[in-house]
């Protein structure tokens, strides 16, 4: 079993920054691909970033492209998501999850852990 905690989100405004945390238990997590989605009102949850075991792999959704940056700290068994030049419609809540399979994937479907999720709200 995994658990992750996320922290980090708040209120900022646009071309503000953010950086998010997950915190992972299990003494797996180095193996583990870490995934960040986002979901906002009315609308489907949404890929945002992973990032493989090793750190030397990573995907992004194009719309964050030159915007967020994923990292992990495996000694740390820490995610990291660097939110610069946010926008509006950046706002939703973000969702750290953990596929322990490896795999790069952007399917929330290919996750098998989740957090409960850290609010991002980003004003105009």
């Known amino acids: 079993q995994v658990q992750l905690v996320e922290s980090g989100g708040g209120l900022v405004q646009a071309g503000g920054s953010l950086r998010l945390s997950c915190a992972a238990s299990?003494?797996?997590?180095?193996?583990?691909?870490m995934g960040w989605f986002r979901q906002a009102p009315g609308k489907e949850r949404e890929f945002v970033a992973a990032i493989r075991w090793s750190g030397g792999s990573t995907a992004y959704v194009d719309s964050v492209k030159g915007r967020f940056t994923i990292s992990r700290d495996n000694a740390k068994n820490t995610v990291y998501l660097q939110m610069n030049s946010l926008k509006p419609e950046d706002t939703a809540v973000y969702y750290c999850a953990a596929d322990y399979r490896g795999r790069l994937v952007a399917e929330s479907t290919g996750y098998d852990y989740w957090g409960q999720g850290t609010q991002v709200t980003v004003s105009s």
């Open positions: 299990g003494r797996t997590f180095s193996r583990y691909t």
